[in-house]
């Protein structure tokens, strides 16, 4: 079975860091790309920034320069460090993993997602 696990969220001011992570656990054969989104309260959810298999990243226009994803193919992980937080980038964000190849499906990929992480930023 594959499960996606986020951590790093929490309360910080704004101006401040975090570092989100997320382990994709499983007998898993590959990986495609790996992205964060995130859903405000009460709003939809929200693309923010994707990485390929082979490291290219594109980022939401509202988090570039700011936001950076990069991923450990050797352990299956992608990470989110954000800078410069806002009160607006408050949210629950939610790891996915796409065209994940896995003992459950070694022939089609399957798209997964994590349960979220909230992240709160307020002074």
């Known amino acids: 079975q594959v499960q996606l696990v986020e951590s790093g969220g929490g309360l910080v001011q704004p101006g401040g860091s975090l570092r989100l992570s997320c382990q994709v656990s499983?007998?898993?054969?590959?990986?495609?790309?790996m992205g964060w989104y995130r859903q405000p309260p009460g709003n939809q959810r929200d693309f923010v920034a994707v990485?390929?298999?082979?490291?290219?990243?594109n980022y939401a226009d509202s988090v570039k320069g700011r936001f950076s994803i990069s991923r450990d193919n050797a352990k299956n992980t992608v990470y989110l460090q954000m800078n410069s937080l806002k009160p607006e980038d408050a949210a629950v964000y939610y790891c996915?993993?796409?065209?994940?190849?896995?003992?459950?499906?070694?022939?089609?990929?399957?798209?997964?997602w994590g349960k979220g992480t909230l992240v709160t930023v307020s002074s």
């Open positions: 996915n993993a796409a065209n994940v190849l896995s003992a459950m499906n070694p022939y089609y990929g399957m798209d997964y």
């Open positions: 990485i390929t298999s082979g490291g290219s990243a």
């Open positions: 499983g007998s898993i054969f590959s990986l495609g790309a």
